[in-house]
């Protein structure tokens, strides 16, 4: 049975519990785009991702958006770093 292109889109208003922590993460999604100068769409694709996987598994959600912009941060210098080394 195959898969419709919409049914593999998150739900953003699942993603987020309240309108204040939606615009936590969205300062959170601005910040590591100016940070990094980075495409503000591909930094939310990635951190929304790694958003969802974080709230599935976590039982304390109070450190989650640390969590996520710790990892999306170490991401993109992961990226950076191996471009420079091409």
Not at 21 to 35: G, P, R, V, W
Not at 50 to 75: G, P, T
């Amino acid at each position: 049975m195959a898969m419709s292109k919409t049914s593999c889109k998150r739900d953003k208003s699942i993603l987020y519990d309240s309108d204040l922590e939606k615009k936590s993460h969205y300062h959170n999604i601005t910040n590591l785009s100016l940070k990094f100068s980075e495409d503000i769409t591909n930094i939310s694709r990635v951190y929304e991702a790694i958003l969802e996987r974080y709230k599935k598994n976590a039982k304390i959600k109070d450190f989650i958006s640390v969590l996520v912009f710790k990892k999306v941060q170490r991401l993109i210098r992961l990226k950076n770093k191996y471009k420079k080394t091409l």
